[in-house]
């Protein structure tokens, strides 16, 4: 995973849990006495897992609650940091969503033959009901939950979310019913 995921973990736990001396007592959990992590170097997907369960256990807080946590924070931060791919004035949560794909992460680092961008594929069914899939070896379906809480927000949107098949459970690709509220 690319080093700006984990600027953006790094942010979130200042901001919201507790500033720099929680994230240097992480890092010092995990064996690191100081990093820096560079935006477009790829890092294991591992060490942000481990960071992020090290949160976890700090707050007491379910790892899939944490990162769901992590998902509504970094959607919105990732929409401005790549504002060259969006459409920010024109889109909403489900324009996003059905542009995550192609548009935006296949784009992203395009020319590095070692990335590997989760697949996300949305349809809608009706105005207010969007089915989105989801495949990735890192399984972060929590993060996507969180991703689309978090634009929701941005877009002064509601949303019933509903995973209704999982790669947890040894589905191939996660199913995530996304409904508006209204
Ligand atoms: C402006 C919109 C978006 C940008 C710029 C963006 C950018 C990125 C970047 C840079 C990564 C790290 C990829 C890597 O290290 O290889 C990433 C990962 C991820 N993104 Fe996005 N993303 C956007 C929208 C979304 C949306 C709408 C969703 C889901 C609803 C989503 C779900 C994820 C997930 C789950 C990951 C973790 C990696 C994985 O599962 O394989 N992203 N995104």
Not at 38 to 52: C, W
Not at 108 to 124: E, V
Request: glycine share 8%; aromatic share 12%; proline share 2%.
């Amino acid at each position: 995973m690319y080093g700006v995921i984990f600027d953006f973990l790094r942010d979130y736990v200042i901001e919201r849990h507790g500033g720099e001396e929680t994230w240097k007592a992480m890092l010092k959990a995990n064996g690191y006495g100081y990093k820096i992590f560079f935006p477009v170097t790829e890092y294991r997907d591992e060490e942000l897992v481990a960071l992020a369960r090290t949160a976890a256990e700090a707050l007491h807080t379910p790892l899939s609650a944490v990162l769901e946590d992590f998902g509504a924070y970094v959607g919105n931060k990732l929409m401005t940091f790549y504002h060259m791919y969006t459409k920010d004035e024109q889109w909403k949560t489900f324009d996003v969503i059905e542009n995550a794909g192609g548009c935006i992460h296949n784009a992203i680092h395009k020319h590095n033959s070692m990335r590997k961008p989760p697949k996300i594929s949305a349809h809608r069914e009706t105005d207010d009901l969007l089915v989105l899939r989801y495949q990735s070896h890192r399984k972060m379906c929590d993060v996507v939950k969180g991703v689309i809480r978090g634009l929701g927000e941005r877009y002064g949107e509601s949303f019933h979310i509903e995973e209704t098949c999982c790669m947890h459970d040894g589905a191939g690709e996660c199913i995530i019913n996304v409904y508006r509220i209204h």
